[in-house]
């Protein structure tokens, strides 16, 4: 039976959001293509008729979830410094150290991306980029964008490796009260 192109792109989209939440919680180097198909309710062989393989799927994977993290910040407009505050408050949150599946892939898969292959380096730098794109004009500058970044993914990756609740909460408040203070003290024009 042959299934139409709207089911396929929808079976397509299953997989790589399953995959996704599976590879941000369990990491992608330790996922097997049985992992990741069973995440989503499919055989292995469905997976291969979807991706070319482990690394198109892990390509395809942080290229759709840094353009969602990108497209979260693009619904703050430059100057709206309580959203900007509220989202990078729920970034910097013990719910995103506690669930790593919801959440930003940047903290759990970076370093795992650092050894992939090519392919799979392209597509981070392509979706990291336009996160800071989407973040510069909240930032106020460039620099101030790639700190922001920076910062809060390695509070939140450091959070998640600490076993004390009270570091870890000390680690996002801190990363918190830094990026408030590009609101508070000029960097950024109110």
């Known amino acids: 039976m042959r299934y139409s192109k709207e089911h396929k792109d929808e079976a397509r989209q299953r997989l790589l959001d399953a995959s996704a939440r599976h590879v941000k919680k369990h990491g992608f180097a330790a996922s097997g293509v049985d992992a990741l198909a069973s995440a989503a309710g499919v055989t292995s062989g469905s997976l291969y008729k979807h991706f070319g393989g482990k690394s198109d799927l892990f390509a395809s994977v942080i290229r759709t979830e840094l353009k969602r993290t990108a497209e979260r910040f693009a619904e703050i ?4 410094n309580d959203a900007a505050e509220k989202a990078i408050a729920a970034y910097l949150s013990v719910q995103h150290v506690r669930h790593p599946e919801r959440g930003c892939l940047l903290p ?3 370093a795992e991306v650092a050894r992939a292959d090519d392919a799979v380096r392209a597509a981070f730098d392509g979706g990291l980029r336009e996160v800071h794109k989407q973040l510069e004009p909240i930032a106020g500058s460039s620099a101030n964008a ?3 970044i920076a910062r809060n993914v390695g509070a939140v990756m450091l959070a998640r490796a600490a076993l004390d609740p009270g570091l870890q909460r000390e680690l996002l408040d801190s990363a ?15």
């Open 77 to 80: 407009r430059p100057g709206d």
């Open 146 to 148: 790639w700190a922001l």
């Open 176 to 190: 918190l009260a830094e990026a408030r203070s590009l609101f508070t003290d000029g960097s950024i024009d109110r």
């Open 108 to 110: 759990g898969l970076t």
